[in-house]
């Protein structure tokens, strides 16, 4: 199960993803209540406005979901014309959590990829999760919408795909065992980089400045278009095994499956939540694999598309600015 945000005249709606199509949920209740079906607890008057509504841990809502794409697979041909589906083109695809609380990233998850960036990859056992945070409300941007070049820095601007996980509630001192049950879906980032950003070049050096520089290359507005839509975590029980990749342009810059990440999905939720509680709708980005451009001296212009891609997920699809 796919579920997405999208606006289609004028008022934002929750619908299921069908990378070319989706399924407006609010009108494909309404047609399922025509058809005289089993009740659900939902009320056309009170529909929930959250995609967490509809997905892990929240019972009566995933239930609630099921029946309805069921019910739209089996009477397809009848209801695929509007109002109830829409070609993805008509839309306009938003980010999957509209206010995250909490916007977690991870540095250096895959060994290719620190290893790529001239450093070496110590063991497991030997390190811990390096976590940042961007600002949400200003560097969350949704599907489709254009990844804008900061004037201040143009010309070494990056691009990062990342598994991105949704959490579906709230928990503290979470074990790895238990942390997939708190997950309430997969989604994809692109964390979007500024590889060469120097404030006040003429600064006098101090011992922090390169970390700085790193970390505030990573604050820009836009630098993080996320979505199409999140997959359920009951679509994606194994976080650990998916195809992802990365391409300018149509040529494949980035190449990978999760199952290289040093820390697992699981491992990253009980290393975060040791130390500050996670709540419904925060979302963590677990690291991208080797292929970043700083490595291809390549970086992104004006006119480029990026397609960040992950299987079971989709494809999520930014031109740049």
């Keep these: 199960m796919r579920l997405c945000r999208f606006e289609y005249n004028a008022k934002t709606r929750l619908g299921i993803y069908y990378d070319d199509w989706v399924v407006d949920l609010t009108e494909l209740f309404l ?29 009566d809502g995933c239930e609630a979901v099921r029946k309805l794409k ?18 993805v083109d ?3 695809l938003l980010t999957p959590v509209s206010h995250p609380p909490k916007f977690f990233l991870l540095a250096g ?13 110590e063991e497991k056992r030997h390190t811990f999760p390096y976590i940042f945070m961007k600002p949400p409300t200003t560097t969350i941007i949704n599907p489709s919408d254009p990844i804008r070049l900061p004037t201040i820095s143009l010309e070494h601007i990056d691009w990062e795909v990342e598994l991105g ?18 997950v309430a879906g997969y989604t994809i980032v692109n964390d979007v980089s500024d590889r060469q950003f120097r404030l006040n070049p003429q600064r006098r050096k101090r011992p922090r400045d390169e970390f700085f520089d790193w970390l505030h290359g990573k604050w820009h507005d836009g630098f993080a278009p996320i979505g199409p839509c999140v ?20 040529q494949k810059m980035q190449d990978s499956n999760t199952a290289r990440m040093i820390f697992s999905v699981a491992e990253i939720i009980e290393f975060i939540s040791s130390f500050v509680t996670l709540e419904a709708g925060d979302i963590i980005s677990t690291g ?30 930014n031109p740049v600015e």
């Design 70 to 87: 069921t019910f739209y697979d089996e009477n397809q041909k009848r209801l695929s014309c509007r109002p109830v589906t829409l070609d």
């Design 109 to 121: 998850n895959y060994a290719e990829h620190i290893e790529e960036s001239g450093w070496k990859a």
């Design 288 to 317: 991208t694999p080797s292929g970043i451009g700083a490595t291809k001296g390549r970086f992104l212009r004006s006119g480029d598309i990026v397609e960040a891609t992950i299987e079971g997920i989709g494809v999520l699809r």
């Design 90 to 92: 008509e839309v306009r």
């Design 231 to 250: 997959a359920s975590a009951e679509a994606i029980r194994d976080p650990q095994h998916l195809h992802i990749s990365l391409s300018v342009n149509g």
């Design 165 to 182: 996980v949704v959490m579906g509630k709230r928990g503290k001192g979470i074990s790895a065992g238990e942390a997939l049950g708190h």
């Design 31 to 59: 047609a399922y209540s025509a058809s005289n079906r089993t009740e659900l607890p939902l009320r056309v008057n009170r529909f929930p406005t959250s995609i967490l509504a509809f997905l892990p841990p929240n019972h």
